[in-house]
C-alpha cells in the first residue's frame, strides 16, 4: 500500500519543548556530538549510535540546483514505511506528497538547514486511506566530513498510536 501524506498539521518548535524523553536525549546528543563545531557530522551518528532509533530514521540529502533547493530521502526507516506504505529511499519530498504537505516539510526543512539548528515538530498527517496520525520529531541539519555546509537533516520521528 502506497499511502501519500495529503495534509499535514504541524508546529514547528526551535525551543524544542520535546513531550518525548528520547527526543530530549537526542538534541542533547547532538550537542554533545557537535565538541564545539558549529554543527554535528554525519560519521557522528554512526548506526551504532542510531541503534535504538534505527526504524525510525529518515535521512535527508540537500541537493541544489540552480533555481531550487530539494531533498532527497537517502535513509527511510522501517517504521517509517509500515506508515507511509511505501519505501520512499531515493525519491525527492515534492515527489510523494501533496502540494499542502510538501509546503510544511519544505518549511521545517529548510529552517533545520538554514539556522544550523535542532528543530522539533508536532502535530498530525492525514493519509489518503486512513485518518490522522500524532507525531512528535527532531530535526538534526549534519555537515559531511567536517564541512561548513549543512549537507544532511537527521529526523527521528515517534507516532503516539505506535503498538
Request: aromatic fraction near 12%; proline fraction near 5%.
Amino acid at each position: 500500500m502506497n499511502r501519500q501524506i495529503v495534509e499535514s498539521r504541524f508546529r514547528l518548535d526551535p525551543d524544542l519543548n520535546f513531550v518525548r524523553p528520547e527526543l530530549t536525549a537526542l538534541a542533547a546528543l547532538w550537542e554533545e556530538k557537535r565538541a564545539g563545531r558549529p554543527v554535528a557530522d554525519r560519521a557522528d551518528f554512526s548506526p551504532f549510535v542510531l541503534r535504538p532509533y534505527l526504524p525510525r530514521v529518515l535521512i535527508y540529502e540537500i541537493v541544489h540546483s540552480e533555481t531550487m533547493r530539494r531533498f532527497r530521502i537517502r535513509i527511510y526507516g522501517t517504521l517509517i514505511s509500515q506508515y507511509s506504505g511505501r519505501d520512499s529511499t531515493g525519491r525527492f519530498v515534492d515527489e510523494i506528497m501533496g502540494e499542502q504537505a510538501y509546503a510544511d516539510f519544505n518549511q521545517g526543512l529548510s529552517w533545520a538547514t538554514d539556522n544550523k539548528r535542532p528543530l522539533r515538530a508536532a502535530g498530525s498527517y492525514y493519509f489518503v486511506d486512513r485518518s490522522f496520525v500524532q507525531f512528535e520529531s527532531i530535526t538534526l541539519p549534519l555537515t559531511i566530513r567536517g564541512g561548513s555546509e549543512i549537507e544532511q537533516l537527521l529526523n527521528i520521528t515517534y507516532y503516539d498510536d505506535e503498538a
